[in-house]
């Protein structure tokens, strides 16, 4: 710990928090901090969102695969749903959309339509979800 404070020019302990518990000034003029729970609703936000590898990114353009707002909230409540069941790599359908899903990381691994999932085979998965 001592040493991260030294690499990251910390002269104390109370300057690293200080960077964590900033200080901002509302329209007032006072002071006010961001709380402990406000941080951590902020982090576990941004945890929840669903995340395309590269090569998800690359499949959905070769594909023309596009997905609408309702689409891609069915996709993340599917993944949710087998974060709940203890699912670590997913196939997750959405109308005639496969996606596979690393659930842990929440992001997309790899995705394809109807057509393309012609073999109707999938491997290193450990469940599946109607979304």
């Known amino acids: 710990m001592i040493n991260s404070i030294h690499t990251n020019n910390f002269g104390s302990i ?34 929840s969102e669903l995340k395309f590898s590269k090569h998800a990114m690359n499949r959905l353009s070769d594909r023309s695969i596009t997905l609408t707002d309702a689409q891609r909230g069915r996709l993340e409540d599917g993944v949710s749903q087998a974060g709940e069941k203890g699912i ?17 990381n929440k992001t997309v691994v790899t995705a ?18 109607i979304a």
């Open 88 to 104: 670590r790599d997913s196939l997750v359908l959405v109308d005639s959309l496969a996606f596979i899903v690393n659930v842990p």
């Open 14 to 47: 109370q300057q690293m928090t200080d960077q964590y518990f900033q200080k901002s000034i509302n329209n007032s003029g006072q002071t006010s901090e961001i709380s402990f729970d406000e941080i951590l609703r902020g982090k576990c936000e941004k945890q």
């Open 112 to 129: 394809m339509d109807q057509e393309d999932a012609s073999e109707h085979i999938f491997t290193n998965i450990d469940g599946a979800v």
